[in-house]
């Protein structure tokens, strides 16, 4: 069965940096565009960052442009967010999402706080 398994949230300072894994199974990877969304306390899922299949193309959301990186690795199934210089703002639940035909990781919970 299809499965999308967030790791590497945790609690950092400000300033400071995490990377987020999603391990993909049961469905053939390197055909979906990925996404990474998160959700704060009472505001609505937004989207961070999007890959396309082949990881040729990305794109962000201003508020993390210039600070955060999506990538992929089409041999090991993996999705990837690197998140550099993180604010008490980017404090979330991150979920994995794959496109098109849309499913969802169970989330990985991010805090930025000193």
């Known amino acids: 069965q299809v499965q999308l398994v967030e790791s590497g949230g945790g609690l950092v300072q400000p300033g400071g940096s995490l990377r987020l894994s999603c391990a993909a199974s049961g469905f053939t990877f390197s055909r979906y565009a990925m996404s990474w969304y998160r959700q704060a306390p009472g505001k609505e899922r937004e989207l961070v960052a999007s890959i396309t299949s082949t990881g040729g193309n990305t794109n962000y959301a201003d508020s993390v442009k210039g600070r955060f990186t999506i990538s992929r690795d089409n041999a090991k199934n993996t999705v990837f967010l690197q998140m550099n210089n993180l604010k008490p703002e980017d404090t979330a639940v991150y979920y994995c999402?794959?496109?098109?035909?849309?499913?969802w990781g169970q989330g990985t919970q991010v805090t930025v706080s000193s």
């Open positions: 999402k794959r496109e098109i035909i849309t499913f």
